[in-house]
């Protein structure tokens, strides 16, 4: 039974916290996805077949309700505060760090996502409402390219196709904010894009990281990045070392490179690096982040979020940023998406 607390946000909305806060916890999506599923489900009903079905206790009945989100739903249809988001709210519903809320809060929006078109969990609008929800401005859709294979990186056929679900998208969410195109490009072997120049020239904003051979030794892998930050194209270096400092895959050492001379390279041609905020990540290792700011570089502080709970992650690369004394200003997440537009597309 319930505590009796009460809750008048609905079943929806329920589920999606649920799942928010889970995704944030970076719990296995697959305990995610019931949640977010039932919300699916139930979101095109009429409220009056809910609250029917929760009398009659035939919720389960409905595709994609299971038996703990029928609990949600029914508590929530009584105006009674469910007791899975009561205790994840008590447990999980905290800040994350401790720092890093000053800059948090000069953010207005997010370079790096992922959506169910390449390996994200959730559909490209769940990504959007929630980036919203967060109190951004914008949020660059940047999934897989081609070559990406294992997450189902998108062929230039796909992300086309994607271009005009974006604008449709778009024309759902009014003026406050703006869902930008982009991409996480793979930076291929020689250094050049795994995409096509005229399809790049397309998007708003375009993140280009190493995936692949991350071993390459340190002179081929410095020719590889520098090539990539010298492509027009390019905005923002993604994960720069390819580290893993913890998580189900397993640790992973930083790629070998020239950090000076693929840092001064990004200060030349104008090009972000990251700080990927992902808790498994924390990718660049703090020297790199000292070394990049001693150059001079313009940061981008990303959530790389794969679940629209990850968005919350960015909190995580504000405290490092922070740590590292690095300006506000020079961080161009923190600009207006026109300030942002302009510079990515000079
Ligand atoms: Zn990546
Ligand atoms: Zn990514």
Redesign the pocket.
């Known amino acids: 039974m319930s505590d009796g607390e009460g809750y008048d946000g609905g079943p929806v909305a329920a589920l999606r916290r649920i799942a928010f806060l889970l995704e944030r916890a970076r719990e296995d999506t697959y305990k995610v996805k019931a949640f977010r599923g039932a919300a699916a489900a139930i979101l095109p009903l009429p409220t009056d077949d809910v609250a029917r079905a929760v009398v009659d206790g035939t919720l389960t009945d409905l595709p994609g309700v299971g038996a703990s989100s029928a609990k949600v739903i029914a508590q929530a249809v009584r105006g009674e505060l469910p007791d899975r988001l009561a205790t994840l709210e008590r447990e999980q519903g905290g800040p994350l760090t401790s720092g890093g809320a000053e800059l948090r809060a000069a953010l207005r929006g997010d370079l790096h996502s992922h959506s169910d078109w390449s390996d994200g969990g959730s559909p490209i609008e769940e990504m959007a409402f929630t980036a919203m929800e967060l109190g951004h401005d914008y949020l660059v859709l940047t999934d897989?390219s081609p070559r990406l294979t294992i997450a189902h990186g998108l062929s230039a056929e796909r992300l086309t196709r994607q271009l005009g679900v974006v604008e449709a998208v778009n024309d759902h969410l009014g003026e406050g904010f703006t869902l930008l195109t982009g991409i996480?490009v793979d930076i291929l072997d020689d250094g050049a894009l795994d995409q096509d120049d005229d399809l790049l020239a397309r998007l708003d904003v375009r993140?280009a990281?190493v995936?692949s051979k991350l071993k390459m030794d340190a002179p081929a892998m410095t020719k590889r990045m520098i090539g990539a930050i010298r492509n027009p194209r390019t905005n923002v270096l993604?994960?720069c070392t390819g580290r893993m400092v913890m998580g189900n895959r397993g640790t992973r050492p930083s790629s070998q490179f020239d950090a000076r001379a693929v840092f001064e390279a990004c200060v030349e041609h104008d090009v972000a690096v990251e700080i990927n905020a992902r808790p498994e990540r924390r990718d660049p290792p703090t020297r790199l982040i000292e070394l990049a700011r001693d150059l001079g570089c313009l940061f981008s502080i990303d959530s790389?979020a794969h679940a629209p709970g990850q968005l919350d992650f960015q909190v995580y690369g504000c405290e490092r940023a922070e740590e590292a004394g690095i300006d506000a200003d020079r961080i161009v997440n923190t600009w207006s998406r026109e300030r942002l537009l302009a510079w990515a597309n000079r």
């Open positions: 897989h996480e993140v990281s995936h993604g994960h790389d």
